[in-house]
């Protein structure tokens, strides 16, 4: 299984961005996917999650700025993330979870930079 991102670069502040990410390889029954991130300096954190049936959660920084959506058939997430701030700032990972053997599939980070 391989999950490739993409949509991650400079940004101002204030400004939106949309991160993709597609896993191939392997067909396997997703349980949740979402995206992480990790800024310099500080530990990774959940940004936002969907699972298969399509219930979202999202980390309080990013609630009301940040929306996710999947596409299950075609193993893609997304995310849009609006009024960016520095603090969002961060390599963003993308991640499936099987719902068979519970395991998690990682993609290898994508750069979000939001100038003030």
């Known amino acids: 299984v391989q999950l490739q991102a993409s949509g991650g670069g400079l940004v101002q502040a204030g400004g939106s961005l949309r991160l993709s990410c597609k896993a191939s390889g392997t067909v396997f029954s997703v349980h949740v996917m979402g995206w992480y991130r990790q800024a310099p300096g500080k530990q990774r954190e959940l940004v936002a999650r969907?699972?298969?049936?399509?219930?979202?959660t999202y980390a309080d920084s990013v609630r009301g700025r940040g929306t996710i959506s999947r596409d299950y058939g075609k193993r893609t997430v997304d995310l849009q993330m609006n009024s960016l701030k520095p603090e969002d700032t961060a390599l963003y990972y993308c991640?499936?979870?099987?719902?068979?053997?519970?395991?998690?599939?990682w993609g290898p980070g994508t750069l979000v930079t939001v100038s003030s």
């Open positions: 991640y499936f979870q099987s719902a068979t053997t519970g395991r998690a599939y």
């Open positions: 969907i699972t298969r049936d399509g219930s979202p």
